[in-house]
Nanobody, 125 residues
C-alpha cells in the first residue's frame, strides 16, 4: 500500500509558476512509476505527465509540454511537478498517482494503483 499526499497548490496569476510536491509513504519509492493528472470542474480527469522509476524518462501531455516539468527525489520519496507559464486553463485539482511495483508508467488513469487526494491549483487571468 502506498499513501500519497500532494501539496503546493494555490492561487497564481497567469504567466506565473507553482511547484507541486507529492510525498509517498513507502520505503521502496524507486520501484514505483509516478504520474500527475488533473481534473477541472465539470471535466474528466486528464493526464498531465509521468516519470519513470529512475527519473530518467518523462512524458507530458501536449497541453503542458514545454511548460511543466516532472522530477523525483527517490531518497526523499517525493515527486514534483514544476508548473511554469501557467494559464487559466491549467486551473484544476491536481493528483499524483503511483503504478504498482515495477510497472511502467502509462498515460491512462486506470494504469495507476494508488492516488493522492489532490491539491487545488487556480490560475487567475
Amino acid at each position: 500500500q502506498v499513501q500519497l499526499v500532494e501539496s503546493g497548490g494555490g492561487l497564481v496569476q497567469a504567466g506565473g509558476s507553482l511547484r507541486l510536491s507529492c510525498a509517498a509513504s513507502t520505503r521502496s519509492f524507486s520501484i514505483y512509476s509516478m504520474g500527475w493528472f488533473r481534473q477541472a470542474p465539470g471535466k474528466e480527469r486528464e493526464f498531465v505527465g509521468h516519470i519513470s522509476r529512475s527519473g530518467g524518462t518523462t512524458v507530458y501531455s501536449e497541453s503542458v509540454k514545454g511548460r511543466f516539468t516532472i522530477s523525483r527525489d527517490n531518497a526523499a520519496n517525493t515527486v514534483f511537478l514544476q508548473m511554469n507559464s501557467v494559464k487559466p486553463e491549467d486551473t484544476a485539482l491536481y493528483y499524483c498517482a503511483s503504478t504498482g511495483p515495477f510497472a511502467s508508467p502509462m498515460t491512462t488513469a486506470a494504469s495507476y494503483a494508488y492516488w493522492g487526494r489532490g491539491t487545488e491549483v487556480t490560475v487567475s487571468s
